[in-house]
């Protein structure tokens, strides 16, 4: 499967979680960020992918402590949070 395909497959996958926070958290990360993924990125991401979406959303916010597998700069960038738009 070329990148393009892997990246819609992924995007599919990341806003179509379950929940909307989940949606919002995971697929907004993969919005934010996905375009500058090299290969190693995208295998973690889709790894990630596959973990329950209430230990993901606990690693970015803090409160369960990150598996040394995804620790690195995607899970810092993904605990920053500042890719979520609030809309008011």
Do not use: S
């Not at 958290?25 to 190693?40: E, L, P, R, Y």
């Not at 369960?64 to 738009?85: E, S």
Request: aromatic letters at 12%; zero cysteines.
């Amino acid at each position: 499967m070329d990148r393009e395909h892997i990246l819609k497959r992924m995007g599919f996958r990341a806003w179509h979680r379950g929940t909307r926070e989940a949606d919002y958290m995971i697929g907004g990360f993969f919005d934010a960020h996905a375009a500058g993924w090299g290969d190693d990125e995208i295998a973690w991401f889709e790894a990630l992918l596959d973990e329950d979406d209430v230990d993901i959303m606990a690693w970015a916010i803090g409160t369960l402590a990150v598996p040394a597998r995804y620790q690195g700069a995607q899970m810092q960038a993904m605990r920053q949070l500042d890719y979520i738009v609030v809309v008011k």
